[in-house]
C-alpha cells in the first residue's frame, strides 16, 4: 500500500511500520544537507601557482617569483625599442604596458579571485598559505604600474619592496583582507603592489 493514499496509514505511523526522525540520529531524515562544492582541480591548479604553494618554506616568495618571470618574459620576447633619451619614453612604455601587458594583468586578477574563492570554500579556510596566485598578481601588478621595462635593477628592487609590504601589510592592506572570497585573498597583495610600485617611481626619480 502507498502511505500517501492510505488514511490509515497516515493516522497511524507505528502500525504501517514508517520509520521516523529520531533524536539521536539512529532513524531516518528527510533533512537535506547542501553538497559539498567539487573538487576544484583546475582552480587548485591556478590557486597554487602551479603546485609552488605546496612547498613547505617560503611559498609567497616563490609565488612573487611566478610574477617577476611574467613580466620579465613579456620584457623579453616583446622589447620596446625606443631611443633611451627621448622625452616620450615614459608615453612610450605607459603605451607599450596597455597594449601588451595590462590585459595580461587583468586576466591573472580575475582567474586570481575566482580560483582563490573556489579553494577557500571548498576547504573552510579564510586565506590559505598554499594559494600564492595572490603574490603572482600583487607582484606583476607592481611592474605594471611602475612601468618597470628593459632594467634587471628595477625587477630586482620591485621584488624586494613587493615582499616587504606584502608582509608588513600597510594600510589599508589589513582591512583589504576582510572582504569576502577571492577578493580578501588578492586585495591586500594588490595594496603591496601599489605601495611597491610608488618605490618604485621614487627610486626612478632619485635617478636608481
Not at 559539498?36 to 617569483?65: D, I, M
Not at 620596446?80 to 607599450?96: E, F, G, T
Request: charged share 15%; hydrophobic share 50%; aromatic share 14%.
Amino acid at each position: 500500500m502507498n502511505t500517501k493514499t492510505d488514511p490509515a496509514a497516515s493516522e497511524d505511523p507505528a502500525a504501517s511500520g514508517a520509520e521516523t526522525s529520531s533524536p539521536s540520529g539512529t532513524g531516518c531524515s528527510n533533512t537535506q544537507y547542501p553538497a559539498p562544492p567539487p573538487n576544484p582541480n583546475f582552480a587548485l591548479f591556478v590557486a597554487t601557482a602551479g603546485g609552488l604553494g605546496y612547498l613547505r618554506k617560503a611559498p609567497g616568495t616563490f609565488g612573487s617569483l611566478v610574477g617577476v618571470a611574467i613580466f620579465a618574459l613579456f620584457d623579453y620576447f616583446c622589447p620596446l625599442d625606443i631611443v633611451p633619451n627621448s622625452s616620450h619614453i615614459i608615453w612610450a612604455k605607459a603605451l607599450w604596458v596597455a597594449m601588451w601587458i595590462f590585459p595580461v594583468t587583468l586576466i591573472i586578477a580575475a582567474t586570481g579571485v575566482w580560483a582563490s574563492s573556489l579553494v577557500a570554500k571548498r576547504f573552510g579556510e579564510k586565506d590559505p598559505q598554499y594559494v600564492v596566485i595572490d603574490e603572482v598578481s600583487g607582484q606583476h601588478l607592481t611592474y605594471v604600474l611602475a612601468l618597470a621595462l628593459g632594467s634587471w635593477k628595477y625587477l630586482l628592487l620591485g621584488f624586494i619592496l613587493f615582499r616587504v609590504f606584502d608582509i608588513w601589510k600597510p594600510f589599508p592592506a589589513r582591512r583589504a583582507e576582510s572582504l569576502p572570497g577571492g577578493w580578501g585573498i588578492m586585495a591586500d597583495d594588490w595594496i603591496a603592489g601599489i605601495y611597491a610600485a610608488i618605490g618604485l617611481w621614487i627610486a626612478r626619480a632619485a635617478g636608481f
